[in-house]
């Protein structure tokens, strides 16, 4: 069975400095990895996806995550913090399964709060 | 380009009541699609999932149904809402051997 854990419910950082949200996941299989970003009362939006290609993957607004299979993390990183990133963020796991379909498993998120 | 609809955004129902939220999806086909919802404080939690016209499997049970009568269309459905039953619902869809998903904008359903 697959399960991804985001270790911490809340993160507060100030504006300008740097953002850590953090993701572990298990799988038996090779996953695929993404975070999504939720505003509030808003759908998700894709910030990123790992596909078996680079390790280090960017996204939009400026956030990158770093798949590290030997740790078993996707932890989503930004230099600098902004107001407008102050949401709640997922990690989601996917996988295939034997009738084709790609089981998807979110994380219980990350709501990120940014001081002026 | 592919589109999905969600509707509607906001929705206040008494306990007891009928429940009907409506997902489109335009621009693909056959798509695999799914029903989501996120209670306070919990993380997103999948609630169906559709193959096909007619294909709905459930991953928990619960007091809410799913129907797909079209290919790309699904519903969500209960017959008497529960207090419980409060939280933001999301509808996704995605190709089939693809592994991004698309969610559409949430409905907010709050029973009273």
């Known amino acids: 069975a697959q399960s991804v854990t985001q270790l911490d419910s809340h993160v507060s950082v100030s504006e300008g400095t740097p953002v850590l949200l953090r993701c572990n996941y298990s799988?038996?299989?090779?996953?695929?990895l993404f975070w999504y970003v939720q505003h509030p009362n808003k759908g998700l939006q894709l910030l990123l996806k790992?596909?078996?290609?680079?390790?280090l993957v960017k996204g939009i607004n400026g956030f990158e995550a770093e798949f590290k299979k030997s740790e078993t993390s996707f932890h989503l990183t930004k230099p600098s913090a902004h107001m407008s990133d102050a949401a709640e963020y997922f990690c989601v796991v996917t996988i295939p399964n034997s009738g084709g379909y790609q089981k998807v498993t979110f994380g219980t998120g990350t709501k990120l709060q940014v001081i002026p | 380009s592919q589109t999905i609809h969600q509707w509607p955004a906001t929705l206040v129902q008494p306990v007891g009541s009928p429940l009907s939220l409506e997902c489109t999806v335009e621009g693909t086909s056959n798509p695999n699609l799914y029903w989501y919802r996120q209670a306070a404080g919990r993380g997103l939690q999948l609630l169906f999932y559709?193959?096909?016209?007619?294909?709905i499997s459930s991953e928990v049970p619960q007091n809410l149904s799913a129907s797909r009568p079209q290919d790309r269309q699904f519903i969500l459905s209960s017959k008497k809402l529960l207090l419980s039953d409060s939280g933001f619902y999301l509808c996704?869809?995605?190709?089939?051997?693809?592994?991004?998903?698309?969610f559409g904008q949430g409905t907010r359903l709050t029973v009273v």
């Open positions: 790992y596909t078996s290609a680079a390790t």
């Open positions: 996704a869809w995605r190709d089939t051997g693809d592994t991004e998903a698309f």
């Open positions: 559709s193959v096909g016209i007619g294909q």
């Open positions: 799988s038996s299989y090779s996953p695929s």
